[in-house]
């Protein structure tokens, strides 16, 4: 609770816009969005408060401006003083970057389902981050994730099928001054019963050294999305994920650059949409 003191003290918001879903979609379910002053400060957070009645199942984010030279550090759903929340951080990268960016959130709002809850997972390691977080016995549902400070998720995502489970990948940055080991903390939001007709579907980007790297995935007809995920691949290392964007009610992007120092590699990104009818 003291840390999340911290976000909403720091936090530079301008607005936040609700769009509610239309009539044949996912009953209550609502897209909140706010975006951070423009600024040339090192980190951004952003406090995204649901609608009374309603908690974060998770959201994305976006970066603008700071190309390659900050990374989307937390998606985090959570609770707020008594209100569903998502908290979302932008970070500079280990060298800095002298000129001005924000950071745009959006979280996925929905009425509270039975035996909802946030199941949170934490890992460390000098090189590599595997984290998962388990539903166990129950529905997985939306997810989130934390990382350190000079440290990049490069996967995150959620997996419907028998294992209903949320899932983080984390590596060092590349840039001069990142720190080791990482840490990783993934979140698995939880219920009872799936939500109605949920089905994913993904896409990828060619695997080049094209720069930058995007890609969109729209949700099937009579489905609107639920959770984005998404993750870079192949020679990644000098690589960051600079957009998990949701575009209500059906459409999510995500991008990846490379970092200041260049990526001549073969590398893609991949985009991951779960949609519910």
């Known amino acids: 609770?003291?840390?999340?003191?911290?976000?909403?003290?720091?936090?530079?918001?301008?607005?936040?816009?609700?769009?509610?879903?239309?009539?044949?979609?996912?009953a209550g379910i609502q897209y909140v969005t706010s975006t951070s002053a423009t600024d040339s400060s090192a980190a951004k957070t952003v406090v995204v408060h649901c609608p009374i009645g309603t908690v974060s199942i998770g959201g994305g984010a976006q970066l603008t401006g700071a190309t390659g030279q900050a990374t989307i550090r937390q998606i985090t759903p959570t609770t707020v003083l008594g209100r569903g929340a998502l908290v979302v951080i932008g970070n500079e990268d280990s060298d800095g970057y002298a000129g001005t960016w924000n950071i745009t959130a959006t979280s996925v709002c929905i009425p509270t389902p039975a035996g909802f809850r946030y199941v949170r997972v934490t890992v460390s390691d000098p090189a590599l981050v595997w984290a998962t977080a388990d539903c166990a016995g129950q529905r997985i549902i939306g997810s989130g994730y934390t990382v350190s400070p000079t440290?990049?998720?490069?996967?995150?995502?959620?997996?419907?099928?028998?294992?209903?489970?949320?899932?983080?990948?984390?590596?060092?940055?590349?840039?001069?001054?990142?720190?080791?080991?990482?840490?990783?903390?993934?979140?698995?939001?939880?219920a009872d019963s799936r939500l109605p007709g949920t089905?994913?579907?993904?896409?990828?980007t060619p695997q080049n050294s094209a720069n930058p790297q995007t890609v969109t995935v729209t949700c099937p007809a009579g489905t609107q999305i639920v959770h984005i995920g998404g993750d870079l691949?192949?020679?990644?290392?000098?690589?960051?994920?600079?957009?998990?964007?949701?575009?209500?009610?059906?459409?999510?992007?995500?991008t990846g650059y490379e970092d200041e120092l260049g990526n001549p590699n073969v590398w893609a990104t991949e985009a991951y949409a779960t949609c519910a009818a």
């Open 1 to 26: 609770m003291k840390q999340l003191r911290i976000f909403l003290a720091v936090a530079a918001v301008v607005g936040a816009t609700a769009i509610q879903s239309p009539a044949e979609a996912v």
């Open 151 to 190: 440290a990049k998720a490069m996967a995150t995502g959620i997996q419907i099928d028998n294992r209903d489970r949320a899932y983080l990948s984390v590596e060092p940055g590349n840039v001069p001054g990142a720190v080791t080991p990482v840490t990783g903390t993934v979140t698995a939001v939880c």
């Open 199 to 204: 089905v994913q579907v993904s896409a990828s």
């Open 233 to 254: 691949w192949r020679v990644r290392g000098h690589s960051v994920i600079d957009d998990f964007q949701i575009v209500p009610p059906n459409r999510v992007t995500v």
